[in-house]
Every structure is written in C-alpha cells, then in structure tokens.
C-alpha cells in the first residue's frame, strides 16, 4: 500500500509525506537523510526561501513551480524530525497556521466589515499580532523578532517595532545626520581602534542605513539584492569587454577595468 502510494502521481500531500517517512526510516531509509537534525537543515530551509524569491524575481515561472516544492519539502523535513521526537505532526502544524489565519482575518471569516482601505488592514493586523505576542507572554516591544532573520531584514523589524511606541527620528534629515556621524566614528574606529570596535561601528552605519532606506519607504534587503544584480551584470561586461581584447581581468589593470565599468553604465543608462 505504502509502495503504491509513493508511485501514484495524484496522490498529493499523503504522497510526499509518506516519501518523508520513507526517506527517514531508520532501517530502510537514505542514510545521509536519517542523520539529518533541525539545526543541520535549517540552513537549506532558508536557501530555499531565497530560491523561490528568485525565481519570482526573474520572472522564472516554471523554475518557481520547482522551488516552491522545495521549499514545501523543508516543511515536510522538519515536521517528519518533530514528529519522530513527539513535538508536533504535519497535521498540527496545517491546523495551526489556519488557525492563525482565520483569527487575523475577521473581515474575511468574521463579523467585521470588509469595508476598509488595506492601510487600515494593515492597522489591524498588527493590533491582533501584538494580542498573540501578549498571550505568548512576550511583553518586550522587540520580543518575537526571529534571530534567525537576515540580518538587514532583523533591523528593519527591530526599527519598525520600536516606531510604533514613539521611538524613531520625525525628521528623515536627523537620519542623515546620524548617517554622516556614524561615518566619522567609523573611520576614527579605523585608525585608532580594534577589529573588533571597528566591526561594531561598521554595523551601527549598517543599521543607520537600514533605517534611511524605512524612511524612504525603500526595502534595504531588495535594494541590496537590486545592486548586487547590478553589480554582477555591469562586471559581466568588463569581462566581456576585456575578453575582446585578448584578457582577463587579472591580466588588466583597475584604470582600464573602471573605464570599462563607466562605459558599461553609460551603455545601460541609454537603454533605460
């Protein structure tokens, strides 16, 4: 029966998670699955969420079908391993996140009106989140702000935390101007100081910045990722451009490859 459903194409849900069970069986499973634990899978968990905003990204709709199933399969992984130590099922884990939505959407599954604009949505969602944080016991404004986040993205929910009880600049000039201090100190920390204060004035700048880019209602993490893509893409054509001349970059020099680079932004401004 269990060999039928592994093989039948429509079986769905029952199927993958049976294929689960299979792959973890300590007798008969795959071994480098059975060794597996929360923490050894946890980084996978979270490539493949990167994955799936790629694909989005790129507009790669058959490649996002793939990845949404790989990012399913971490859900299956650790709900395998959680039900394996008695913790929790699959079941439980679908129950739950139902739950959650159909208590923090009782415009949608309750008795409140629909009729209201997504900001006030919005409003309301986070009043139900902070009730859920206040049963859970988690009385700090922070608390609940996951560790696990990248740590851009972290700052971004820590700033915006503290911006609802009143801590945040009212002006996006004072942002600036910490901006601008928190340079100074670093390159003060970078001739006079340790690695290690360096460090630590280098991600205050990060942190200042992170909340520049909420102030200008920008996503730092998508800015970031926007820029990498930028950068890739216009290095790409110094490599290109260096190859019609017979070299690689190792073999230029940073003169030539930065007059490669302006060309190449000038070329890519024309087509915007």
Excluded at 190 to 206: F, H, I, M, N
């Amino acid at each position: 029966m269990t060999e039928d459903l592994i093989h039948d194409e429509d079986a769905g849900m029952p199927r993958l998670l049976t294929i689960m069970r299979a792959l973890r069986d300590p007798m008969t499973g795959c071994p480098w699955d059975i060794e597996q634990t929360f923490a050894s899978i946890a980084p996978y968990t979270i490539e493949e969420a990167y994955e799936v905003a790629d694909a989005i990204e790129r507009e790669a709709w058959q490649e996002l079908r793939g990845e949404l199933g790989d990012l399913l399969l971490q859900s299956v992984y650790h709900t395998q391993m959680a039900e394996e130590a008695g913790l929790f099922t699959f079941q439980d884990v679908v129950r739950d996140i139902s739950d959650k939505m159909v208590a923090r959407h009782p415009h949608v599954f309750g008795d409140e009106s629909r009729d209201k604009s997504a900001d006030q949505q919005t409003v309301d969602w986070e009043r139900i989140k902070a009730a859920e944080r206040a049963a859970k016991a988690e009385g700090r404004t922070l608390d609940g702000v996951a560790h696990a986040l990248p740590a851009l993205m972290r700052a971004v929910k820590l700033q915006k935390r503290a911006a609802r009880v009143g801590f945040d600049w009212p002006d996006i000039a004072l942002v600036v101007d910490k901006i601008a201090e928190e340079a100074a100190e670093l390159v003060e920390a970078r001739d006079t100081l340790t690695p290690d204060k360096v460090a630590e004035e280098y991600g205050d700048l990060l942190f200042v910045m992170a909340n520049l880019g909420r102030h200008l209602g920008v996503d730092s993490e998508e800015a970031l990722r926007a820029a990498n893509a930028k950068f890739t893409r216009r290095f790409a054509s110094v490599e290109d451009a260096l190859a019609a001349r017979g070299r690689t970059p190792a073999q230029s020099d940073l003169a030539e490859m930065d007059d490669l680079w302006n060309a190449a932004k000038i070329a890519e401004n024309m087509t915007d």
